[in-house]
């Protein structure tokens, strides 16, 4: 599926920090005067400026996201599986230490049983034998001089002695500004953008935090969702109808489509991708630039109401994966 480009999301989002927030920068330098542990900086807007990078982001999300599928799914394979043409992993998140997890996998050529084997959530975020979908750029200030930071000061105790372990040291946070960054998640089923929704709800109630010391309160953000959209890059409008070219594949002008819809049955089977995967919704689609391609827009506001019928398929999922 990588090979072609039937669907994405881009997901526009700000983060606020609503305590201190610190991602270090995993080096101290030599000027006396800065803290010892710095944020991450770069260049930005013509200067230097601490940012949220993509993969701090991502990690924390993946992480979440396999504590939710875990609690209803495992993470190990029956000893007695056969991976039978047609068959399915009955895996939701796979255990990166376990290399006996990736042992079919890695042996195998064919693309389509390689993601039909593969974990739900390394069909999302990728593995060691799969490429991920999802793509997070890092998360710069909207306003530089908005930005907040201080030093705070710290020690680590001794948990037999209760005496000071290490330090005293100071490290800089963040307490204040907004960051703006994007979610790409390309060729995905509706499930697995329903889940991402549910991770995004949970960091922002405080589920889960960013960066340095969380067990310590920090690292709490605000997530706001200012613009989701959903392109179809091989369609067009016509007669109030998204129409796939190349097929007879055609749904209403206001309908959310997941990957496996585009296929024809065979592949779609063949990756496992689930059946009528649509969810009709009050957004109409409109023409891409240039005259080629549907696009879906939820404005500011309108975002929950993408993730609300998402997450009915995710449901769906969840309950198929119970019955089995």
Not at 70 to 94: C, H, K, M, V, Y
Not at 135 to 146: C, G, L, W
Not at 168 to 193: R, S
């Amino acid at each position: 599926m990588h090979k072609r480009f039937v669907n994405q999301c881009t997901l526009d989002i700000r983060l606020a920090p609503k305590g201190p927030v610190l991602i270090k920068s995993g080096r101290e330098g030599a000027d006396p005067t800065k803290p010892d542990m710095e944020f991450v900086e770069t260049y930005h807007a013509g200067g230097r400026s601490i940012y949220f990078p993509g993969s701090s982001l991502k990690g924390a999300i993946r992480a979440h996201a396999e504590r939710i599928v875990r609690t209803i799914g495992s993470d190990q394979r029956p000893d007695n599986l056969d991976f039978s043409e047609g068959e399915s992993s009955p895996l939701w998140a796979s255990d990166p230490l376990n290399r006996d997890s990736f042992r079919y996998i890695e042996k195998e050529k064919d693309s389509q049983k390689v993601y039909r084997w593969s974990s739900f959530t390394d069909q999302l975020f990728g593995s060691v034998a799969i490429a991920s979908r999802l793509r997070i750029e890092d998360a710069y200030p909207v306003d530089v001089k908005q930005v907040k930071t201080e030093e705070r000061n710290g020690v680590a105790i001794d948990r037999v002695f209760g005496s000071v372990a290490v330090g005293p040291f100071n490290y800089q946070v963040c307490t204040a500004g907004e960051f703006h960054t994007k979610i790409h998640l390309k060729n995905f089923t509706l499930a697995q953008l329903g889940l991402l929704g549910l991770v995004l709800r949970d960091l922002n109630d405080g589920w889960f935090g960013l960066g340095f010391a969380k067990s310590r309160g920090m690292g709490l953000v605000e997530v706001k969702l200012t613009q989701a959209t959903v392109d179809y890059p091989g369609c067009v409008l016509k007669d109030n109808r998204i129409v796939a070219l190349g097929s007879d594949r055609q749904w209403p002008h206001t309908e959310l489509i997941g990957a496996g819809a585009f296929l024809a049955d065979d592949e779609r089977q063949g990756y496992g991708f689930p059946a009528n995967d649509t969810q009709s919704t009050p957004v109409a689609g409109q023409e891409m630039a240039y005259g080629l391609g549907v696009q879906l827009v939820w404005n500011e506001g309108q975002v929950d109401d993408l993730f609300t019928r998402a997450v009915r398929s995710w449901r769906s999922r969840l309950m198929e994966g119970v019955a089995t």
